[in-house]
């Protein structure tokens, strides 16, 4: 493709907003080629001093029976971050995963959810 389809966004196929600005990025999911699958996921950006990359950070619950009681668990991700989404520190993000754009870059923040708590769901099963 010609460098010339500044205008028109690409739906990914997940439901998300598609953003309003758009991006030269080429591992933009909208503008550029890149395609995910897999797991989608809810975090808050927690940094994002890095080029092009933010870490998300997903809260989960986990119940733990002795003592009936849940405990948080976090993990955190690192996401590539196109510049059409805007990413901040302290919004709620969506990400996707997608393969692998770096050493530890797997996923791709695809829908910027504003500011504000997170409502943390139970960890799944594994
Ligand atoms: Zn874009």
Same mark, same amino acid.
């Given at each position: 493709? %010609? @460098?010339?389809? @500044?205008?028109? @966004?690409?739906?990914?196929?997940?439901?998300? &907003?598609?953003? $309003? *600005?758009?991006?030269?990025? @080429? $591992?933009?999911?909208? /503008?550029? /080629?890149? #395609? %995910?699958?897999?797991?989608?996921?809810?975090?808050? %950006?927690? !940094? =994002?001093?890095?080029?092009?990359?933010?870490?998300?950070?997903?809260?989960?619950? /986990?119940?733990?029976?002795?003592? +009936? &009681?849940?405990? #948080?668990?976090?993990?955190?991700?690192?996401? /590539?971050?196109?510049?059409?989404?805007?990413?901040?520190?302290?919004? &709620?993000?969506?990400?996707?995963?997608?393969?692998?754009?770096? #050493? =530890?870059? !797997?996923?791709?923040?695809? +829908? =910027?959810?504003?500011?504000?708590?997170?409502?943390?769901? *139970? +960890? +799944?099963? &594994?």
């Amino acid at each position: 493709m %010609v @460098a010339s389809k @500044a205008a028109k @966004a690409r739906d990914p196929g997940l439901d998300v &907003r598609i953003p $309003k *600005e758009s991006c030269t990025d @080429a $591992k933009c999911p909208f /503008h550029g /080629h890149l #395609k %995910v699958r897999g797991y989608t996921m809810e975090g808050v %950006v927690v !940094s =994002n001093k890095m080029q092009g990359t933010v870490v998300v950070q997903r809260t989960l619950l /986990h119940y733990v029976p002795k003592y +009936e &009681r849940y405990e #948080k668990r976090k993990r955190r991700y690192l996401a /590539h971050a196109p510049p059409c989404l805007k990413v901040a520190e302290g919004r &709620r993000v969506r990400i996707a995963e997608t393969r692998p754009l770096a #050493k =530890n870059v !797997s996923f791709v923040v695809v +829908e =910027n959810l504003g500011e504000g708590p997170l409502a943390i769901p *139970e +960890e +799944e099963p &594994r």
